[in-house]
């Protein structure tokens, strides 16, 4: 006897089985409608979508503007041994640098952020590491004495940054 096809259908296995009784692969998106037949992620997904393609279209007008990105992330200071410092765009591939007004080999300088009594400052100290003088050891601040490493934190404003230590401060560190 033949069943009615609005109330059962075909398993994998060809045994009948009623709709919606969960055997089978069917899946719950697929008996409601699918995913964006959902009015909940409706609210969501379709807000989100207009937002992604206005930055998309936003930032392919403004994709000309890469030189200004450019410039700015590979000019970097550097410093020689002698103390003097300058930008200089950096090159894909270039491993050394000289200094301009000594011809010697140049550095890529630290900045330093800090005050001796551990307050922020615009104008960063420019600083050689001492590994780059062939000294071992860490390196402080000329103006502020407080300790500099390789990418130095930089004071940002409403973020709790921990002030590096003075030289004093680091000694009594190591000693604990």
Same mark, same amino acid.
């Given at each position: 006897m033949p069943l009615p096809m609005a109330k059962y259908s075909l398993t994998t296995e060809g045994s009948p089985r009623k709709k919606g009784s969960g055997g089978g692969r069917s899946s719950r998106a697929e008996e409601s409608g699918g995913f964006l037949s959902n009015g909940a992620v409706q609210k969501i997904a379709i807000p989100l979508g207009v937002v992604a $393609? +206005?930055? $998309?279209? !936003?930032? +392919? !007008?403004?994709? &000309? /503007?890469? /030189? %200004? $990105? %450019? %410039?700015?992330?590979?000019?970097? !200071?550097?410093?020689? /041994?002698?103390? &003097?410092?300058?930008q200089q765009k950096m090159e894909i591939g270039q491993a050394e640098f000289t200094s301009p007004k000594t011809g010697k080999p140049a550095y890529p300088a630290e900045l330093c952020f800090w005050t001796r009594d551990g307050k922020s400052k615009g104008d960063a100290t420019k600083v050689l590491l001492n590994r780059y003088k062939g000294i071992d050891g860490p390196t402080f601040c000329p103006d502020c004495g407080r300790l500099v490493t390789d990418h130095n934190p930089h004071p940002v404003p409403g973020v709790d940054v921990r002030v590096p230590p003075t030289k004093a401060e680091y000694d009594a560190g190591k000693r604990r």
């Open positions: $393609l +206005m930055y $998309l279209g !936003w930032s +392919m !007008w403004r994709g &000309n /503007d890469s /030189d %200004a $990105l %450019a %410039a700015d992330s590979s000019t970097i !200071w550097f410093i020689d /041994d002698q103390g &003097n410092t300058f």
